[in-house]
Protein backbone atom coordinates (compact mmCIF):
# COMPACT_ATOMS: atom_id res chain seq x y z
CA UNK A 1 0.00 0.00 0.00
CA UNK A 2 1.62 2.95 -1.13
CA UNK A 3 -0.97 5.66 -0.38
CA UNK A 4 -1.30 8.37 1.80
CA UNK A 5 -5.32 9.17 2.77
CA UNK A 6 -7.29 11.94 3.78
CA UNK A 7 -10.33 12.61 4.62
CA UNK A 8 -12.84 14.84 4.16
CA UNK A 9 -12.11 15.32 0.40
CA UNK A 10 -14.13 19.01 1.33
CA UNK A 11 -15.32 20.59 4.32
CA UNK A 12 -17.00 23.97 4.46
CA UNK A 13 -17.09 25.08 7.79
CA UNK A 14 -18.03 28.30 9.40
CA UNK A 15 -15.42 30.81 11.58
CA UNK A 16 -16.67 29.47 14.89
CA UNK A 17 -16.75 25.74 14.19
CA UNK A 18 -14.41 23.38 15.72
CA UNK A 19 -14.01 20.05 12.82
CA UNK A 20 -10.77 17.85 11.92
CA UNK A 21 -8.84 17.06 9.39
CA UNK A 22 -7.37 13.43 8.85
CA UNK A 23 -4.58 11.39 7.58
CA UNK A 24 -3.55 7.67 7.29
CA UNK A 25 -0.70 5.87 5.53
CA UNK A 26 0.20 2.53 5.98
CA UNK A 27 3.46 2.42 4.63
CA UNK A 28 5.44 2.35 7.96
CA UNK A 29 6.50 5.67 7.52
CA UNK A 30 7.29 7.37 10.76
CA UNK A 31 7.71 11.08 9.14
CA UNK A 32 4.08 13.25 8.63
CA UNK A 33 3.76 16.16 7.09
CA UNK A 34 0.59 18.74 6.84
CA UNK A 35 1.36 21.45 4.19
CA UNK A 36 -1.18 23.93 3.09
CA UNK A 37 -1.43 25.16 -0.40
CA UNK A 38 -3.57 28.20 -1.71
CA UNK A 39 -5.01 28.15 -4.93
CA UNK A 40 -1.97 28.88 -8.02
CA UNK A 41 0.78 28.46 -5.09
CA UNK A 42 3.20 25.76 -4.30
CA UNK A 43 2.20 23.77 -1.13
CA UNK A 44 3.76 25.69 2.11
CA UNK A 45 4.89 23.45 5.09
CA UNK A 46 2.87 24.00 8.36
CA UNK A 47 3.89 20.75 10.68
CA UNK A 48 6.48 17.60 10.84
CA UNK A 49 6.13 15.29 13.25
CA UNK A 50 8.65 12.69 13.19
CA UNK A 51 8.36 9.42 15.56
CA UNK A 52 4.99 10.58 16.72
CA UNK A 53 6.44 14.12 18.10
CA UNK A 54 6.16 17.79 16.88
CA UNK A 55 9.86 18.07 15.21
CA UNK A 56 8.87 21.50 12.93
CA UNK A 57 5.93 24.36 13.61
CA UNK A 58 6.46 26.40 11.09
CA UNK A 59 4.94 29.37 13.20
CA UNK A 60 1.63 28.73 12.44
CA UNK A 61 -1.45 30.07 14.23
CA UNK A 62 -2.77 28.19 17.23
CA UNK A 63 -6.06 27.63 15.62
CA UNK A 64 -4.05 25.26 14.11
CA UNK A 65 -3.39 22.10 16.07
CA UNK A 66 -1.92 18.82 14.88
CA UNK A 67 -2.16 15.34 16.85
CA UNK A 68 -0.30 12.35 15.97
CA UNK A 69 -2.33 9.62 17.86
CA UNK A 70 -0.17 6.75 16.29
CA UNK A 71 2.76 6.17 13.34
CA UNK A 72 -0.06 5.67 10.60
CA UNK A 73 -1.69 8.68 11.82
CA UNK A 74 -2.12 12.50 11.73
CA UNK A 75 -5.03 14.95 12.08
CA UNK A 76 -4.93 18.88 12.11
CA UNK A 77 -7.67 20.01 14.54
CA UNK A 78 -9.79 23.35 13.41
CA UNK A 79 -10.95 26.09 15.36
CA UNK A 80 -11.57 29.60 14.96
CA UNK A 81 -10.65 29.83 11.63
CA UNK A 82 -10.70 32.58 9.20
CA UNK A 83 -11.91 33.09 5.55
CA UNK A 84 -8.15 33.25 4.72
CA UNK A 85 -7.57 30.36 5.73
CA UNK A 86 -9.11 28.62 3.26
CA UNK A 87 -7.30 26.30 0.96
CA UNK A 88 -6.19 23.07 0.29
CA UNK A 89 -4.10 20.90 2.50
CA UNK A 90 -1.66 18.36 2.33
CA UNK A 91 -0.57 15.69 4.13
CA UNK A 92 2.73 13.58 3.14
CA UNK A 93 4.65 10.94 5.09
CA UNK A 94 8.07 9.74 4.32
CA UNK A 95 10.01 7.03 5.96
CA UNK A 96 12.14 9.42 8.14
CA UNK A 97 12.52 12.65 8.43
CA UNK A 98 16.06 13.22 6.89
CA UNK A 99 16.53 15.73 3.56
CA UNK A 100 16.81 11.84 1.56
CA UNK A 101 13.41 11.09 2.21
CA UNK A 102 10.69 11.08 -0.82
CA UNK A 103 7.33 12.28 0.69
CA UNK A 104 4.25 10.82 -0.54
CA UNK A 105 1.68 13.13 -0.81
CA UNK A 106 -1.95 12.54 -0.36
CA UNK A 107 -4.85 14.27 -2.23
CA UNK A 108 -5.70 16.66 -0.05
CA UNK A 109 -8.74 18.38 2.19
CA UNK A 110 -10.51 21.49 0.44
CA UNK A 111 -11.68 23.96 3.26
CA UNK A 112 -13.85 26.70 2.66
CA UNK A 113 -14.07 29.05 5.86
CA UNK A 114 -17.10 31.17 5.12
CA UNK B 1 17.59 32.20 2.96
CA UNK B 2 16.98 29.11 0.98
CA UNK B 3 14.72 29.74 -2.52
CA UNK B 4 13.57 27.90 -5.61
CA UNK B 5 12.96 29.82 -8.51
CA UNK B 6 10.97 28.43 -11.72
CA UNK B 7 10.91 30.94 -14.06
CA UNK B 8 8.34 29.52 -17.00
CA UNK B 9 5.08 30.30 -15.06
CA UNK B 10 2.69 29.20 -17.98
CA UNK B 11 4.13 26.96 -21.03
CA UNK B 12 1.89 26.14 -23.56
CA UNK B 13 2.80 23.72 -26.55
CA UNK B 14 1.48 21.57 -29.36
CA UNK B 15 1.72 17.30 -28.76
CA UNK B 16 5.24 15.70 -29.87
CA UNK B 17 7.01 19.51 -29.13
CA UNK B 18 9.76 19.07 -26.86
CA UNK B 19 10.01 20.77 -23.46
CA UNK B 20 12.41 22.47 -20.82
CA UNK B 21 11.35 23.84 -17.79
CA UNK B 22 13.90 26.08 -15.70
CA UNK B 23 14.73 25.23 -12.09
CA UNK B 24 17.33 27.34 -10.15
CA UNK B 25 17.96 26.87 -6.01
CA UNK B 26 20.16 29.00 -4.31
CA UNK B 27 21.93 27.61 -1.37
CA UNK B 28 25.80 26.95 -1.33
CA UNK B 29 25.50 23.51 0.13
CA UNK B 30 24.93 20.23 -0.42
CA UNK B 31 21.00 19.71 -1.83
CA UNK B 32 18.91 17.33 -2.39
CA UNK B 33 16.40 18.06 -5.76
CA UNK B 34 13.09 16.58 -6.86
CA UNK B 35 10.30 17.67 -9.39
CA UNK B 36 6.97 16.83 -8.74
CA UNK B 37 3.87 17.07 -10.77
CA UNK B 38 -0.19 17.53 -10.05
CA UNK B 39 -2.18 16.66 -12.66
CA UNK B 40 -5.53 18.41 -12.31
CA UNK B 41 -7.77 16.88 -9.29
CA UNK B 42 -4.84 14.56 -8.41
CA UNK B 43 -2.05 14.42 -5.65
CA UNK B 44 1.31 15.44 -6.01
CA UNK B 45 3.58 12.82 -7.46
CA UNK B 46 7.36 11.92 -8.13
CA UNK B 47 8.38 12.56 -11.21
CA UNK B 48 12.05 11.97 -10.29
CA UNK B 49 14.80 12.80 -7.40
CA UNK B 50 18.48 13.47 -7.16
CA UNK B 51 20.25 13.16 -4.65
CA UNK B 52 23.70 12.16 -6.02
CA UNK B 53 26.20 10.45 -8.40
CA UNK B 54 25.16 10.99 -12.23
CA UNK B 55 23.62 14.47 -12.88
CA UNK B 56 21.42 13.25 -15.61
CA UNK B 57 18.19 11.80 -14.08
CA UNK B 58 15.76 9.58 -15.74
CA UNK B 59 12.31 9.53 -14.02
CA UNK B 60 8.88 8.22 -14.89
CA UNK B 61 6.64 8.99 -18.08
CA UNK B 62 9.71 9.93 -20.22
CA UNK B 63 10.98 12.51 -17.94
CA UNK B 64 14.63 13.50 -17.22
CA UNK B 65 17.06 15.84 -15.65
CA UNK B 66 19.51 17.54 -15.11
CA UNK B 67 21.56 18.69 -12.70
CA UNK B 68 24.16 21.54 -12.76
CA UNK B 69 25.69 22.29 -9.49
CA UNK B 70 27.87 25.55 -11.37
CA UNK B 71 24.61 26.90 -12.00
CA UNK B 72 22.75 26.12 -9.43
CA UNK B 73 19.97 24.48 -12.06
CA UNK B 74 17.76 21.08 -11.83
CA UNK B 75 15.91 21.71 -15.52
CA UNK B 76 13.44 19.48 -16.26
CA UNK B 77 13.37 17.55 -20.04
CA UNK B 78 10.62 15.56 -22.22
CA UNK B 79 11.51 15.33 -25.98
CA UNK B 80 7.82 14.84 -26.83
CA UNK B 81 5.15 16.06 -24.92
CA UNK B 82 1.55 14.25 -24.60
CA UNK B 83 -1.62 15.97 -24.15
CA UNK B 84 -1.75 13.63 -20.87
CA UNK B 85 1.40 16.01 -19.77
CA UNK B 86 -0.80 18.42 -19.13
CA UNK B 87 -0.69 19.32 -15.29
CA UNK B 88 1.20 21.89 -13.18
CA UNK B 89 4.94 21.07 -12.10
CA UNK B 90 6.99 21.79 -9.01
CA UNK B 91 10.78 22.06 -8.61
CA UNK B 92 11.60 21.15 -4.79
CA UNK B 93 14.49 20.78 -2.51
CA UNK B 94 15.64 19.36 0.53
CA UNK B 95 18.74 21.06 2.74
CA UNK B 96 20.05 20.02 5.85
CA UNK B 97 17.15 21.56 6.94
CA UNK B 98 15.34 18.48 5.68
CA UNK B 99 12.59 21.24 4.91
CA UNK B 100 11.02 20.55 1.30
CA UNK B 101 11.00 24.03 -0.22
CA UNK B 102 9.24 24.30 -3.43
CA UNK B 103 9.35 26.59 -6.27
CA UNK B 104 6.33 28.89 -7.76
CA UNK B 105 5.16 26.05 -10.02
CA UNK B 106 5.05 25.95 -13.85
CA UNK B 107 1.87 25.56 -15.39
CA UNK B 108 1.91 23.22 -18.85
CA UNK B 109 -0.69 23.20 -20.95
CA UNK B 110 -0.39 20.47 -24.10
CA UNK B 111 -2.94 21.34 -26.99
CA UNK B 112 -3.50 18.33 -29.25
Known amino acids: DTEVTQTPKHLVMGMTNKKSLKCEQH?????MYWYKQKAKKPPELMFVYSYEKLSINESVPSRFSPECPNSSLLNLHLHALQPEDSALYLCASSQGQGSYNEQFFGPGTRLTVL | AQSVSQHNHHVILSEAASLELGCNYSYGGTVNLFWYVQYPGQHLQLLLK??????LVKGIKGFEAEFIKSKFSFNLRKPSVQWSDTAEYFCAVTTNTDKLIFGTGTRLQVFP
Open chain 2, 50 to 55: YFSGDP
Open chain 1, 27 to 31: MGHRA
